[in-house]
């Protein structure tokens, strides 16, 4: 079997980022434009997006910000808060804000406005199950008791089971997955009496184990929330993506950080794979022997998941190698790029 040079796929969309706001937009969004039609566009902003008017507002900013003759489109999305009220989930929905995300309190970048207690929600969510608008969580529990390797299996018995049992109609986004736990739930999912499930995966959390963080000491830019996994949970993770199941689909989960915040006596958490996500993801499905799968992952899945038409415009990936830069500007700062100074071993060229 000869090996494969050139893929041609569906141009992707990635249904989970971070874009900052202010003087970062007009370094950072072009990255992502040039491989993405469309990005669900993270409402973690300090002060954070909780109401129509303000994603409305965030949106002008971003498209005013995009490179001339992006045709690339921002999808909105609200943070849940304890006092969202049902009214504005409508509100949400008439005015094409594609979800809502639970941040519990406390659990990455600006999520001290979180959901304290989801029993507080329960107008709201009401209002989401009625008008089929998806909840987007961070899956993890915020718990001083709780091991960090550990917050995700436990969201899953504490959390997510007991609010699709509440919720049964809601359709939920389980993100940035990283524990075979949470790949099998997904999975296994039963959504003959409950609502749609999905979930999102990394390029980082298909590519790499928590001994990355590690290696040669500490590596701050292979820190995200949640924290890289065992190699056992790396696996699940990689068999789930590339199985073809269309629960599973694209979420960079791209983070970006100034680099002294990162590097940093209390560096923050997240990675920035917005200049490089397809070439990672490319690597890590020719890994598994899964190339053909590719398209289905970050391509269809989602789209189908959210109701949205499939792209018709194409990008082509090639097998070959290109170096990873050192940093990019950001604002008056830089931004390191996870693997950076390194080689890739695919290329965007077209």
């Known amino acids: 079997m000869s090996e494969i040079k050139t893929i041609e796929i569906t141009k992707p969309d990635d249904w989970h980022l971070h874009i900052r706001d202010g003087e970062f937009l007009p370094d950072l969004l072009g990255h992502t434009a040039s491989q993405f039609s469309r990005a669900i566009i993270m409402p973690n902003l300090r002060p954070p997006v909780t109401t129509v008017d303000l994603a409305n507002a965030y949106k002008a ?15 909105m999305v609200l943070y849940l808060t304890d006092n969202t009220s049902a009214s504005e989930v ?19 970048t600006n999520s001290d406005a ?27 529990v915020t718990g001083i008791e709780i091991d960090i390797f550990d917050r995700e299996a436990v969201f899953i018995d504490q959390v997510l089971e007991p609010l699709r049992i509440r919720h049964p109609g809601l359709k939920i986004v389980f993100e ?20 749609v499930m999905g979930a ?24 995200c929330l949640p924290v ?19 629960r599973f689909f694209l979420g960079t989960d791209s983070a970006p950080h ?18 490089h996500a397809m070439p990672l993801y490319a690597e890590a499905f020719e890994n598994a022997n899964a190339l053909e799968r590719l398209q289905g992952f970050a391509s269809e899945f989602g789209a189908d ?32 790029p996870l693997r950076a100074g390194e080689m890739l071993t695919w290329s965007i060229v077209g």
């Open 176 to 195: 940035h997955i990283t524990t075979k736990q949470a790949a099998q739930y997904v999975k296994e999912a039963d959504t003959a009496r409950y609502g």
């Open 90 to 108: 409508k509100k949400a929905k008439e005015h094409g804000v594609v979800a809502f995300k639970l941040y519990p309190a406390g659990a990455t």
């Open 228 to 246: 890289l996994k065992r190699e056992e949970h790396r696996q699940a993770l990689v068999e789930a993506a590339t199985s073809g199941n269309s």
């Open 305 to 336: 998941f959210y109701g949205l038409p499939r792209n018709t415009s194409k990008l082509i990936l090639k097998k070959e190698s290109h170096l990873v830069p050192d940093e990019f500007p950001m604002g008056s700062g830089t931004v390191v």
């Open 258 to 275: 100034i680099k002294g915040t990162k590097e940093n006596a209390c560096g923050c958490a997240g990675c920035y794979t917005a200049w």
């Open 114 to 140: 979180g959901v304290t207690d989801l029993k507080k929600c329960s107008a709201a969510l009401e209002a989401m199950e009625a008008c089929g608008i998806p909840l987007l969580v961070h899956g993890e």
């Open 61 to 75: 900013r971003i498209k005013a910000a995009l490179p001339k003759g992006s045709q690339f489109e921002p999808l």
């Open 200 to 223: 999102t995966i990394t390029p980082q959390h298909l590519l790499f184990n928590r001994n990355a963080i590690f290696t040669g000491g500490i590596r701050p830019h292979y820190y």
